[in-house]
């Protein structure tokens, strides 16, 4: 069978792998400056981080509609030939809307796109993508496919970490200048581990240095995922190669890591962190 896949801009994978597999991405939506734009396609991914950073609010985002994928999918059917199409979700917990418009147009397809509520974000939606690419090559069917991902799904790790809650603030998701600024004074670096079915918590930060959060970081992936197991792993960030390289160079001594793949952050996750933001992704290999 001919595999496709359409996705929601939450996932993080690098362009090149996107562009290989013709994997359709259905961007969210930004207002500002009295228009809307489609991150990604309107206006680039930096070119947005760019402006960001020159604003005192966080541009109002809305997600994709229905409508958005229905058009994608008819368009997989009838011009790229599909048998069959993955529609790969963001955790339906982070955001149950995007989930939804999934949802709803896969219906008008009925047994012709299986939806996968990947209960996580960023680089592990990326690999579940590539995944099932790799799966789908091989020989194998659509319902081994979305069993295999079902049960993959179950032992992701991912956490993410950023430099200040400048961009938090921004967005009005921190309403307290005094605590702010208390962060800024004392130098905290946030972290949160995604916590299935796809919450993030916060952690115990990293203080000062901007290689304690990266140092934070390792530590909890080493803790927390099964150490006789080979893994896949994304690093995606905003502007912090120097980070991701300390990572890399520091978790391939200390777990299995088959393979790894470093990618700028969604522009969804990474406009409400900031500049210096790090997510770790990792998903058992095959």
């Known amino acids: 069978m001919k595999i496709g896949v359409i996705t929601d801009s939450a996932a993080d994978l690098p362009a090149e792998l996107m562009e290989k597999y013709n994997v359709a991405i259905i961007p969210h939506v930004v207002y500002f400056d009295d228009r809307y734009w489609k ?14 950073r020159t604003r005192d609010l966080i541009p109002p985002t809305t997600n994709p509609e229905p409508s ?11 011009h790229h030939g599909y048998d069959h199409i993955f529609s ?50 091989k020989g194998a069917k659509v319902e081994e496919i979305e069993k295999h991902v079902n049960e993959i799904k179950q032992n992701y790790f991912l ?8 961009n ?17 004074l004392i130098k905290i670096k946030p972290v949160a581990v995604m916590e299935k079915p796809g919450i993030l918590k916060s952690k115990l930060p990293g203080f000062f240095t901007n290689k304690s959060m990266a140092k934070r970081l390792i530590s909890l992936a080493i803790k927390n995922v099964d150490k006789s197991l080979s893994y896949d792993l994304v690093i995606s960030h905003v502007e912090n190669q120097e980070g991701v390289d300390y990572i890399i160079k520091k978790l391939c001594k200390k777990l299995k890591i088959n393979r790894y793949f470093v990618t700028p952050a969604s522009p969804i996750i990474g406009t409400s962190t900031g500049v210096g933001t790090i997510i770790l992704s990792l998903l058992p290999s095959e």
């Not at 955790?91 to 896969?106: K, V």
């Open 88 to 137: 790969i979700s963001v955790s339906s917990e982070l955001s149950g809307s995007t989930f939804n418009s999934h949802r709803i147009a896969a219906k008008k397809f009925k047994e012709k796109v299986t939806v996968i509520d990947t209960q996580t974000a960023s680089g592990v939606q990326g690999l579940i993508i590539l995944r099932i690419f790799e799966l789908s090559a």
């Open 159 to 166: 956490n993410a970490g950023f430099h200040t809650l400048d």
């Open 168 to 184: 938090v603030y921004k967005s009005g998701r921190l309403k307290s200048k005094l605590v702010l600024n208390l962060t800024k």
């Open 39 to 52: 991150l990604g396609v309107d206006i680039s991914v930096d070119d947005f981080y760019n402006i960001i």
């Open 68 to 78: 958005d994928f229905v058009e994608k999918l008819k368009e997989g059917f009838e």
